[in-house]
């Protein structure tokens, strides 16, 4: 009986401690993996896709055999009255009469079928590309939300370290201005920096929860505590070095622009489709009847069996001008289709030559904002010596401190957007996978 209130305190104190975990803590590619199953951007995608390949074998039934059954059975009432002289002769039969009948057709020459079947493996592809670039976009999408909460983290950290560090220089300078070393200048200064700290605080930890939130949405889940990025992480160069290869990649084999090739020429088809409206049809055709009910007069009793097979050829002479406006209607859609894929080129070649630059420009402002984060460091040491020596202020100290800090934030801004750019650039040639996500997580550990 005693043993009773201590498990329950137990059991009370590890609810509790089970309640403070995270959901779960996980790196960049166990969050992609989350996304792929969450994800209703994805998910939509993936449907759409699915939707899609049905379009091949709808197109095959047009190539293939139609048969049908119709079947009818009615209940007859009929009056016969007949006048010869005199005499007058009045019959009323009632009966049943059944009927059922088997068609079947299978078209031997209908263009509009074959080429629709062959538009079906375009529009097939259109569509097997779209759901590859969805893809892609949810890598890029997983890898910017993840990116931006670890950074909100930084920028956070930051303004904290930088608020703490003006609320030791204002406690510093009352207690120098109450000593008679200092003006009341230093104070208002160190207060008026401590304001305007708290405000950037309150700021920051509003746009991480908003950042955290964002990753939720695409996760479904709490992200927990996320991998944080090596301080010594060496992020790799593109490979080929010149711009000119991913550009010719990005133009040739971006999914936009397979899906809008495949968009053009499915295009094309669709004049010959409606060109075909002016060709003959050749069919053959079976039937299959009976048909049971009375012999005339309901006397006795018929049954009917028909077969035919046969060929029937249809020549469409005049619909009215439909056939060419529809064709018309066909070209001007195919030259907007064309426009449009001369658009998705150009795009690719721009998002590719913007990423690529992201990622030789990013790496160089990288190597640049460690060396001034050094520098940094070295002067803040170098004034706060000085401001204890009497040959700086206060405010210069505080200055040297804020550098270090936006140093720190821009440093990492940099080494993410550029992680960033490495995958956009992947993205733009078509070729990114969750094995490139897999070499950028080698550059993050645990918190």
């Not at 670039?133 to 950290?157: K, P, S, T």
């Not at 070393?181 to 920096?193: C, G, K, L, P, V």
């Not at 195919?334 to 721009?350: P, V, Y």
């Amino acid at each position: 009986m005693p043993l009773k209130p201590r498990v329950r305190k137990s059991s009370v104190a590890l609810l509790a401690l089970c309640a403070a975990i995270p959901a779960f803590a996980a790196d960049l590619v166990h969050v992609y993996r989350e996304a792929l199953a969450y994800d209703a951007q994805y998910a939509a995608a993936r449907a759409t896709a699915e939707a899609g390949r049905e379009k091949q074998p709808q197109a095959l039934a047009g190539l293939l055999p139609t048969i049908g059954a119709t079947g009818n059975t009615f209940w007859n009432d009929s009056t016969f009255d007949s006048k010869a002289g005199a005499a007058t002769l009045h019959e009323r039969n009632k009966y049943n009469s059944n009927a059922y009948s088997v068609n079947l057709t299978q078209p031997l020459f209908r263009w509009q079928n074959f080429v629709q079947y062959d538009q079906s493996k375009l529009l097939v592809m259109q569509s097997e590309a779209n759901f590859a670039q969805a893809g892609q976009d949810l890598i890029v999408r997983v890898a910017q939300a993840y990116f931006d909460v670890l950074f909100a983290i930084e920028n956070l950290r930051a303004v904290q370290a930088n608020k703490t560090a003006i609320a030791q220089q204002l406690e510093q300078a009352k207690k120098n201005f109450e000593v008679g070393t200092a003006t009341i200048t230093d104070t208002y200064e160190s207060q008026s920096r401590f304001d305007l700290a708290t405000a950037q605080e309150i700021a920051a930890d509003s746009e991480l929860e908003v950042k955290r939130y964002a990753l939720r949405v695409l996760i479904g889940k709490d992200p927990g505590e996320l991998n944080r990025l090596k301080p010594k992480a060496v992020m790799e160069a593109p490979q080929p070095a010149s711009m000119e290869p991913w550009v010719e990649a990005a133009e040739r084999d971006s999914f936009v622009v397979q899906a809008q090739q495949a968009a053009a020429e499915a295009a094309n088809k669709t004049i010959e489709i409606n060109r075909a409206g002016h060709y003959p049809t050749l069919d053959v055709v079976a039937n299959y009847g009976t048909n049971n009910g009375p012999g005339q007069f309901g006397i006795g009793e018929i049954d009917t069996t028909t077969r035919q097979v046969g060929l029937q050829l249809n020549i469409p002479l005049f619909q009215g001008g439909a056939v060419n406006s529809r064709t018309r209607e066909a070209i001007a859609r195919r030259d907007a289709e064309r426009a449009t894929l001369d658009s998705a080129k150009r795009n690719a070649a721009l998002n590719s030559r913007q990423a690529y630059l992201g990622v030789v420009n990013g790496l160089a402002e990288v190597r640049a904002l460690e060396a001034a984060l050094v520098s940094s460091l070295s002067s803040l040491d170098s004034n706060r010596l000085g401001y204890e020596v009497g040959v700086r202020i206060n405010i210069d100290v505080l200055n040297a401190e804020n550098q270090v800090y936006v140093t720190r934030r821009d440093l990492a801004r940099a080494r993410f957007n550029t992680l960033l750019s490495q995958l956009k650039l992947k993205a733009a040639v078509g070729s990114l996978a969750e094995a490139d996500l897999e070499r950028i997580n080698v550059l993050f550990e645990a918190p």
